[in-house]
């Protein structure tokens, strides 16, 4: 994790889904593993319980237009909060975040690659572009 945190450091463009979100948060609850601390959020690992808990549900996503983005989340974080030029993407219906982009940094706390829409991941690639 040495190299994708120097290489984010320089501008490359990451993005962390799920576990991968955990690892680019600067502070977790509970507080391990060792996070690179790229993102300035916070976030609680498994918020939404066990495996069992997992759900799936329809996000507005601004950014990728009109049309909702089905989310599928497995024992996924949610972000508690966010500073310094975090931008939330995508909430619940109750207003906790589940997605944000920080400069090059892209976070979800559920599974793009898990559905037959690809508009998170073009998403992405206009940012490798830019």
């Not at 916070?42 to 089905?70: C, I, M, W, Y």
């Not at 090059?104 to 898990?114: D, G, K, V, Y």
């Amino acid at each position: 994790h040495v190299l994708l945190k120097s290489i984010s450091r320089r501008g490359v463009p990451v993005w962390g889904t799920c576990a991968g979100l955990i690892m680019l948060a600067r502070n977790i609850v509970p507080d391990y593993p060792k996070t690179m601390g790229l993102m300035d959020l916070d976030l609680t690992r498994n918020a939404f319980g066990r495996q069992v808990d997992s759900f799936e549900a329809d996000l507005h996503v601004a950014v990728l237009g009109k049309r909702p983005f089905h989310g599928v989340f497995i024992r996924s974080p949610i972000i508690r909060q966010t500073r310094n030029g975090v931008q939330a993407l995508a909430s619940l219906e109750d207003g906790r975040v589940v997605a944000a982009r920080q400069e090059r940094m892209l976070a979800t706390a559920f599974h793009p690659e898990l559905t037959d829409d690809a508009r998170f991941h073009e998403y992405f690639l206009s940012m490798v572009a830019s």
